[in-house]
């Protein structure tokens, strides 16, 4: 297959996304696909239960946050074209029953950010006017902004924005309504059925702060909130709050805000007596980042350990008031582990090394778990696990099924301080030697153990190069002592680990040591702009996206409020713009005019260093060989169709030129 033909298969590809359930089996799967004209994509839904997946939505506008309640109805929230033929401004929320068509339930100015069912109660996250205490206020007030040409927001708390998006004008709040007959009527005239049902929604009143994430139990008389605001020594404290729905509104504070800690809200028992939270050390100069699973009494609000022997961080959900299964990294891959609330550690319900895939998204189906499994050299596909034997079920899969470029193995070996690290390697076809080309993982709590349609190996292998894929120090899935080797020295010891592995990588007859590239994003970015300031001309060239440079100015613009007081003291040793005039090779800096949590500011002062500082050698008729894709549309990841498309093939072009000698041509669509 040749390089183009690998791009566009893996681009044009239909992608699961996530998958809902409930006890009475059915499963819905939410994926995507291009649109007629192949620029975009949509989100649709299809109902995965049976043999064969069934597509359940139509239109030419995506479905966005759904919900799956137990008698089978969807509500899901999605654009649909109004009286005058042309689309909403807004999301509405619809109700699709098991068999028919879909009935407009309300309209809200700002669409639904989140959607949750539980029995006949339907509970909806959405953004509010500051000033709406109900739906009219905020639609007229909505208005008044609106019709006065106003785009002004006035901020008292940080972050101000988030990933690849303004915050506020207005605040992010739950609303409460009620699915009465009257509104999951159905009718069978199509004008009726896109008449708003009339739900009224009932906004709750939440303590102050920003809400970051909520659960609700399953008889719908409570949730649990979590909400961020700034106390001394920490900007986003976070704290849990119950808040009642029954009777008069109460609010119970469950944990309080702390500098050096947060708790994560994972799941409420069927009981609704306890809830499962995970304890997150926060990463200080003084701490690593550690979390650790926990049960938080919900009358008492005392917290104990979960399963307090085991080394994972674990994504859990209740089987039953007793009994949790959860999903984790795993050396590499994944596992799906299960146990009694009481156990010092659980049992690996299925994974582990002795397979390859990756588990996510667990939820509870009769007396199976559905989840999405994916690896390295496999696309996600939705499953199911047996809770008693592990053994796993294909379900009907709406995605495309890819058939990976090049061949799957591993590369292990001892790092300086005597702990084993590894690497996936995917060599293209033929013996080789084959040029090579190592990609830094981000996070930098992460590990390449699951399938990406980002930095997909597949498009390299096509093009004839071996990817290295290292697991370095803080890297998860390895234990804890994993992320402590490299937490206080980011240029240190993940470094260290990376060249060991590229060094092993060399080593193998099938791989050419004199001709590799090293790349990475986010993190891996900056790896990748360490790597440049401190290896001389050991790679033929660099690709870094979204790259951190000047730690310390990126700690004062970015939308994560840890990172400056964390890199506090490691920025005058590990920042990598220190090292700017000892840069040797080409590099490609790629970034995104819309990343917020690194933001261009990054981009730009890299670009300007290497123009400036760096000792690269100039090309023939006496220009950079240096290059600068910038996306004024994009942020931290390109999602565009036709962007995607020219990040690859921008990167294998510099790649060619500079690792193959070949005079590679820019993408024409480039202008």
Same mark, same amino acid.
């Given at each position: 297959?040749? &390089? +183009?033909?690998?791009? &566009?298969?893996?681009?044009?590809?239909?992608?699961?996304?996530?998958?809902?359930?409930?006890?009475?089996?059915?499963?819905?799967?939410?994926?995507?696909?291009?649109?007629?004209?192949?620029?975009?994509?949509?989100?649709?839904?299809?109902?995965?239960?049976?043999?064969?997946?069934? #597509?359940?939505?139509?239109?030419?506008?995506?479905?966005?946050?759904?919900?799956?309640?137990?008698?089978?109805?969807?509500?899901?929230?999605?654009?649909?074209?109004?009286?005058?033929?042309?689309?909403?401004?807004?999301?509405?929320?619809?109700?699709?029953?098991?068999?028919?068509?879909?009935?407009?339930?309300?309209? +809200?100015?700002?669409?639904?950010?989140?959607?949750?069912?539980?029995?006949?109660?339907?509970?909806?996250?959405?953004?509010?006017?500051?000033?709406?205490?109900?739906?009219?206020? +905020?639609?007229?007030?909505?208005?008044?902004?609106?019709?006065?040409?106003?785009?002004?927001?006035?901020?008292?708390?940080?972050?101000?924005?988030?990933?690849?998006? /303004?915050?506020?004008?207005?605040?992010?709040?739950?609303?409460?309504?009620?699915?009465?007959?009257?509104? &999951?009527?159905?009718?069978?005239?199509? *004008?009726?059925?896109?008449?708003?049902?009339?739900?009224?929604?009932?906004?709750?009143?939440?303590?102050?702060?920003?809400? @970051?994430?909520?659960?609700?139990?399953?008889?719908?008389?409570? @949730?649990?909130?979590?909400?961020?605001?700034?106390?001394?020594?920490?900007?986003?404290?976070?704290?849990?709050?119950?808040?009642?729905?029954?009777?008069?509104?109460?609010?119970?504070?469950?944990?309080?805000?702390?500098?050096?800690?947060?708790?994560?809200?994972?799941?409420?028992?069927? /009981?609704?007596?306890?809830?499962?939270?995970?304890?997150?050390?926060?990463?200080?100069?003084?701490?690593?980042?550690?979390?650790?699973?926990? $049960?938080?009494?919900?009358?008492?609000?005392?917290?104990?350990?979960?399963?307090?022997?085991?080394?994972?961080?674990?994504?859990?959900?209740?089987?039953? /008031?007793?009994?949790?299964?959860?999903?984790?990294?795993?050396?590499?891959?994944?596992?799906?582990?299960?146990?009694?609330?009481?156990?010092?550690?659980?049992?690996?319900?299925?994974?582990?090394?002795?397979?390859?895939?990756?588990?996510?998204?667990?939820?509870?189906?009769?007396?199976? $778990?559905?989840?999405?499994?994916?690896?390295?050299?496999?696309?996600?596909?939705?499953?199911?696990?047996?809770?008693?034997?592990?053994?796993?079920?294909?379900?009907?899969?709406?995605?495309?099924? =890819?058939?990976?470029?090049?061949?799957?193995?591993?590369?292990?070996?001892?790092?300086?301080?005597?702990?084993?690290?590894?690497?996936?390697?995917?060599?293209?076809?033929?013996?080789?030697?084959?040029?090579?080309?190592?990609?830094?993982?981000?996070?930098?709590?992460?590990?390449?153990?699951?399938?990406?349609?980002?930095?997909?190996?597949?498009?390299?292998?096509?093009?004839?190069?071996?990817?290295? =894929?290292?697991?370095?120090?803080?890297?998860?899935?390895?234990?804890?002592?994993?992320?402590?080797?490299?937490?206080?020295?980011?240029?240190?010891?993940?470094?260290?680990?990376?060249?060991?592995?590229?060094?092993?990588?060399?080593?193998?007859?099938?791989?050419?040591?004199? #001709?590799?590239?090293?790349?990475?994003?986010?993190?891996?970015?900056?790896?990748?702009?360490?790597?440049?300031? +401190?290896?001389?001309?050991?790679?033929?060239?660099?690709?870094?996206?979204?790259?951190?440079?000047?730690?310390?100015?990126?700690? #004062? &613009?970015?939308?994560?409020?840890?990172?400056?007081?964390?890199?506090?003291?490691?920025?005058?040793?590990?920042?990598?713009?220190?090292?700017?005039?000892?840069?040797? @090779?080409?590099?490609?800096?790629?970034?995104?005019?819309?990343?917020?949590?690194?933001?261009?500011?990054?981009?730009?002062?890299?670009?300007?260093?290497?123009?400036?500082?760096?000792?690269?050698?100039?090309?023939?008729?006496?220009?950079?060989?240096?290059?600068?894709?910038?996306?004024?549309?994009?942020?931290?990841?390109?999602?565009?169709?036709?962007?995607?498309? @020219?990040?690859?093939?921008?990167?294998?072009?510099?790649? *060619?030129?500079?690792?193959?000698?070949?005079?590679?041509?820019?993408? #024409?669509?480039?202008?």
């Amino acid at each position: 297959m040749t &390089t +183009h033909d690998a791009v &566009t298969r893996l681009l044009d590809a239909r992608r699961l996304q996530s998958l809902l359930t409930n006890q009475s089996g059915r499963v819905i799967a939410q994926y995507s696909f291009l649109n007629s004209e192949g620029n975009s994509s949509l989100s649709h839904l299809a109902d995965i239960s049976g043999e064969t997946p069934r #597509r359940i939505t139509r239109g030419d506008q995506s479905i966005g946050p759904a919900a799956l309640s137990e008698n089978g109805t969807i509500v899901f929230a999605s654009k649909r074209k109004g009286e005058d033929g042309k689309d909403a401004d807004s999301p509405s929320l619809w109700a699709l029953p098991d068999n028919g068509e879909a009935r407009k339930l309300a309209d +809200h100015e700002g669409g639904f950010s989140r959607i949750e069912v539980k029995g006949e109660t339907i509970i909806v996250e959405f953004p509010v006017h500051t000033w709406a205490a109900d739906e009219n206020d +905020h639609q007229e007030f909505s208005s008044e902004r609106s019709d006065a040409k106003v785009s002004g927001i006035l901020h008292t708390g940080f972050p101000v924005r988030r990933w690849d998006h /303004d915050l506020g004008p207005g605040r992010q709040t739950l609303a409460v309504a009620t699915l009465d007959e009257a509104a &999951t009527d159905f009718p069978e005239v199509s *004008d009726e059925l896109s008449t708003p049902a009339g739900l009224d929604f009932r906004y709750l009143s939440l303590p102050s702060g920003r809400l @970051v994430d909520w659960a609700v139990d399953d008889e719908a008389r409570f @949730v649990l909130v979590q909400l961020e605001k700034p106390i001394p020594g920490q900007l986003e404290a976070s704290e849990i709050w119950r808040v009642d729905l029954d009777g008069e509104p109460e609010l119970h504070r469950l944990t309080k805000p702390a500098a050096d800690h947060s708790f994560d809200i994972e799941a409420i028992s069927p /009981d609704g007596t306890k809830a499962l939270v995970t304890r997150v050390q926060q990463w200080t100069p003084q701490a690593n980042l550690a979390a650790e699973l926990m $049960v938080l009494d919900l009358e008492t609000a005392e917290v104990k350990p979960v399963w307090p022997d085991a080394d994972f961080w674990f994504a859990p959900i209740w089987v039953d /008031d007793s009994t949790i299964v959860a999903s984790a990294d795993d050396h590499g891959r994944g596992s799906i582990f299960i146990g009694g609330l009481d156990d010092a550690q659980p049992r690996r319900l299925v994974g582990g090394v002795d397979q390859k895939y990756s588990f996510s998204g667990l939820a509870l189906r009769e007396d199976t $778990v559905v989840a999405t499994a994916s690896a390295i050299d496999v696309a996600p596909l939705p499953i199911s696990v047996d809770l008693g034997t592990g053994v796993i079920s294909e379900l009907a899969n709406p995605a495309t099924v =890819l058939d990976e470029e090049g061949t799957l193995t591993e590369v292990e070996v001892r790092a300086d301080d005597g702990t084993p690290i590894r690497a996936w390697l995917v060599l293209p076809e033929g013996e080789g030697p084959h040029p090579l080309v190592v990609f830094a993982h981000g996070g930098p709590w992460g590990s390449w153990n699951a399938w990406t349609y980002r930095w997909n190996p597949g498009p390299f292998a096509a093009a004839g190069y071996a990817v290295l =894929l290292p697991d370095p120090a803080i890297s998860t899935g390895y234990g804890q002592a994993m992320i402590d080797r490299g937490q206080q020295q980011l240029g240190g010891t993940p470094f260290t680990d990376i060249m060991t592995l590229t060094e092993a990588a060399g080593e193998r007859p099938d791989i050419d040591s004199e #001709r590799v590239a090293l790349a990475g994003g986010s993190y891996g970015g900056y790896m990748a702009n360490w790597v440049a300031g +401190h290896t001389g001309s050991a790679f033929k060239c660099i690709v870094t996206h979204a790259s951190l440079w000047n730690t310390t100015s990126m700690g #004062r &613009t970015t939308d994560n409020s840890s990172w400056d007081s964390a890199m506090r003291e490691q920025s005058a040793q590990y920042s990598p713009h220190l090292f700017a005039e000892d840069i040797e @090779v080409p590099m490609l800096v790629i970034h995104g005019d819309k990343d917020y949590r690194v933001p261009i500011g990054q981009g730009q002062e890299l670009w300007l260093d290497l123009l400036t500082q760096a000792k690269t050698p100039l090309d023939a008729d006496g220009d950079t060989q240096h290059r600068f894709l910038y996306f004024p549309d994009e942020g931290h990841w390109i999602l565009g169709r036709g962007n995607a498309e @020219v990040w690859y093939r921008t990167v294998l072009a510099f790649l *060619d030129t500079h690792v193959l000698g070949i005079d590679a041509n820019r993408v #024409r669509t480039l202008g």
